[in-house]
């Protein structure tokens, strides 16, 4: 039986990684074998744990590249999970579509935006393929309304890929984007 592919995506802070944590608990509790990674660019917390900003945790192998994945999976797992997955080249694609044929289920999580609402083409492809795409939402850091669907840059520093949280980042809604984006 083919495992299934699941994408938790949105801006930061919509609860994307304590979603994917939620379901390596159900996992966990069922005692099945699984594994989690991340890409070694994100550093934010620590190498080695997927951290959610309320400071839930797993164990994960830090990547280089998707097919290290194969590389460490021991063949015993009924799933494997994959936070940032903007961060990681879109080979991932033709890696998860791998596992999923043999009936290892995937979950994945990741920006689909970035601060300048350009999309991250690992994210787009991985949608296209998904089973299932969950779409989460933060509270706008604005305007306090539960619309937040994009990532807002608050420093002076244009690098699309720079890791880091309330130091540089917000979420808002739509509108209130575009009136942050008018007064620059
Ligand atoms: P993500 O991986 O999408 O950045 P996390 O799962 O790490 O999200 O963190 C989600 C948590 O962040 C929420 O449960 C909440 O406690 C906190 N949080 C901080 N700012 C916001 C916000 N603007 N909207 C929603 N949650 C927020
Ligand atoms: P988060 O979605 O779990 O909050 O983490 C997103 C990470 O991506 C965080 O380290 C900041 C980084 N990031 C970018 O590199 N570019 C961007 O455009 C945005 C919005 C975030
Ligand atoms: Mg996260
Ligand atoms: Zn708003």
Known sequence: ??????????????????????????????KKNYKAFKPSIDNRYDETFIVSHNNTRV??????????????LEGNEKAVFIDEI????????????NLIDKGIDVFCSGLDLSFKNNI???????MGYADEVIKKKAVCHECGEYTGTISYKT????????IGGFDKYIAVCRDCYKKLNEKQ
Do not use: C, W
């Open 86 to 97: 903007q961060f990681i080249s879109e080979e991932l694609k033709d890696i998860i579509l």
């Open 155 to 162: 420093i002076e520093n244009g690098g699309e890929i720079d």
């Open 120 to 126: 991250f083409p690992t994210t787009s492809i991985l």
């Open 59 to 72: 164990k994960a192998y830090p990547i280089k590249e998707p097919k290290e994945i194969f590389k460490i």
């Open 1 to 30: 039986k083919s495992g299934r592919l699941v994408l938790i995506v949105g801006p930061m802070y919509s609860g994307k990684t304590s979603e994917l944590l939620s379901y390596v608990e159900i996992y966990h509790l069922g």
